[in-house]
């Protein structure tokens, strides 16, 4: 389906950004997978092996606006942009009674790679894909935006980290928006607990409970999940996936309740 098609995956070193590399390379897509991880070029190679696909691995921070254009420059030399899966981003505790210098620089920590890095990336990989006619762009958030369908979201010791996502629908909401008329689709993935490093890292020994362990969602659906988007075509919207429901896409919402979280 993506054969000729050149993508970008932020935060590929492991968990769903090496799953959407990989599920974007077997499509036989050309992938440019980066992370601040010294391992991304092997596990590029090993994606590469698997499938067929030219996968290239490169260490950059999205959070440094240098390596941002050094990784649009190593696309460029591979083609173009075609794909852009914003998928590098943190977490970490941050109570609202913490101190005034600690909550600058948990700010700071989060919102440079889910926020600012996010921007910065997306500007830059814009233009090259208008000079392509046309691009996919997503976003991945949390189901913490979209309504309810079990208590724990938005969490009240992670403030930063639900604002750095829910700041992110006003950027998916604009820029679908803003680059319909060059045929670039945005849309943001929103999904609940999957297995990853990120969510393992918040138990001991970064091993799942076993009841958790048995419900919640892998990576390779929400991978599948971003495929069967690319093929839908649809823009604008936030998708969800929820703990316990299909991983599907649903049906297209009506313009006012694409992003709003309105149900």
Known sequence: MLKGKIAIVSGAAQGLGEAFARRLAQEGATVLAFDVQDKIETVAQKIADETGSTVVGMKADISKRADVEKVVAKAAELGGIDILVNNA????KTPVDSSWEQAVADWDFIMDTNFKGLLMLTRASVPHMKTRGSGDIVNISTYYVLPARSDGTNSPDTDLYNASKWALNGFT?????ALAEFNIRVNALCMGATDTPMLRGLFPDKQLPPDMAK?????????QQMIDLFKDGRTGENIGAWVGYPVELGPRK????TISGVA
């Open 89 to 92: 981003g943190t977490w970490k």
């Open 173 to 177: 909401d604009s820029w679908a928006k």
């Open 254 to 257: 009506v313009a006012h309740k």
């Open 215 to 223: 419900q919640v969602m892998k990576p390779e659906q929400i991978a």
